[in-house]
């Protein structure tokens, strides 16, 4: 019996999404040069190539340059086709983009996120869908126009209930799927807002061109996410990166769970809150560094060199065990912290690691879990294009 995978139907789909990749990641191109491209008849790529015009998927954009004969008609991917909305649902703000399938910004916004509202789970979601309605009402496109929401979320789904995010209010996966299919009928993801961080900074910062990345998100909370073998690795129950309950002391091993991990305790936002006032985290957190650097407050001093002293254990042990290429710092108090202490962080890695990374601060000023999610949503997309 011939297998279906040797199937004529399932032959053409192949080769549709091949030159679907070709164009896509490599621009306009004419039958000819997808031809002598893909090593594929020139009849085999005409009769798909016109199969994906008719549905859509590519578009024919003018003529060649070639100088003999009949100019040639050049094909090419149709990233406006449909949508992504990519969301970074920050502790402080909701940060989202609207981009094309090829990752061109449309549009992006910003929310702050400061209800006192008491369900303020449910007061996100609601902030949520009506950023996505001002967004495309902003770019003048419709909700048909949308193929996938990607949102970025603290911690993982365990059990459909959020987790594994001690600093930031708990939800319901279905309340958030739920409210966003209904109104927007897309396909909906949630995926931890660090992995989605370490996909945006090797696809626009810090990480591109790098196979073995780790990604370190500093902020109110503290995780971490690894591209291993050029692939996400999220772990056997998706906590992968938890960093937040390394040791580094004996001292702090405890008889019991907290979901706010030992080194998560040491390092956070509330190891320091005695030594903010209430405003903007990220101006408050310039101020201490400033006050550190003054030397004008010898407790905040100490306890900020505390703060580098495990953050450069906690350093070692990753390397130790990942070995990655490159560890990129972000976050607020990552950042900030790393400006002041990213050569000392290397020195002692190099001190103890014969295999030293480049250890360097992200760039992306905070966009990178939104743009993360933007890339996860064109992935699905394309993952589901030709099926």
């Known amino acids: 019996m011939q297998n279906s995978i040797w199937s004529p139907e399932n032959i053409a789909q192949h080769n549709k999404r091949l030159i679907l990749d070709v164009l896509r990641q490599n621009g306009n191109m004419s039958r000819a040069d997808l031809s002598r491209y893909l090593n594929m008849s020139f009849p085999a790529i005409s009769s798909n190539a016109k199969g994906l015009l008719d549905s859509g998927y590519i578009s024919e954009v003018g003529t060649g340059d070639n100088s003999l004969g009949r100019k040639s008609t050049m094909l090419a991917f149709n990233a406006e086709r449909g949508l992504i909305i990519g969301v970074d649902w920050g502790r402080f703000r909701i940060r989202m983009m609207l981009a094309d399938l090829l990752g061109n910004e449309v549009m992006s916004t910003e929310v ?48 459909g209930v959020s987790s594994l995010a001690p600093f930031t209010e708990k939800f319901y996966e279905k309340d958030l799927i739920g409210v966003l299919q209904e109104s927007f009928e897309a396909d ?78 040491m390092l956070s936002i509330s190891k320091i809150n005695h ?92 966009t990178e879990t939104m743009l993360g999610a933007v890339m996860t949503g064109i992935t699905r997309v394309h993952e589901y294009e030709i099926r």
């Open 188 to 265: 909906v993801i949630l995926e931890n807002c660090v992995n989605l961080g370490v996909i945006g900074e090797r696809w626009k910062g810090a990480g591109v061109n790098y196979n073995d990345i780790t990604y370190i998100a500093y902020g109110v909370g503290l995780g971490s996410a690894h591209i291993l073998n050029g692939s996400l690795y999220k772990g056997a129950t998706d906590a992968a990166g938890e960093i937040g309950f390394m040791l580094t002391d004996p001292v702090n091993i405890s008889n019991k769970y907290d979901e706010a991990g030992s080194l998560e305790q």
């Open 112 to 159: 702050i996120n400061d209800s006192d509202n008491a369900n303020v789970g449910q007061e996100r979601i609601r902030i949520t869908h009506d950023q996505i309605v001002r967004i495309l009402e902003k770019a003048g496109k419709s909700k048909d126009d949308i193929l996938c929401i990607v949102i970025g979320i603290p911690g993982i789904i365990y059990d």
């Open 275 to 366: 030594y903010l006032n209430s405003g903007d985290f990220y101006e408050e957190i310039i101020k201490l560094i400033q006050k550190y650097k003054d030397g004008e407050d010898m407790y905040a001093k100490l306890m900020i060199d505390e703060i580098a002293m495990n953050f450069g254990i906690m350093l070692v042990n990753i390397v130790s065990v990942l070995n990655p290429e490159i560890i990129i710092i972000a976050g607020g108090l990552g950042y900030n912290f790393g400006k002041l202490f990213l050569e000392h962080w290397q020195q002692i890695v190099k001190n103890h690691f014969p295999y030293a990374p480049k250890l360097v601060l992200s760039e992306l000023n905070h």
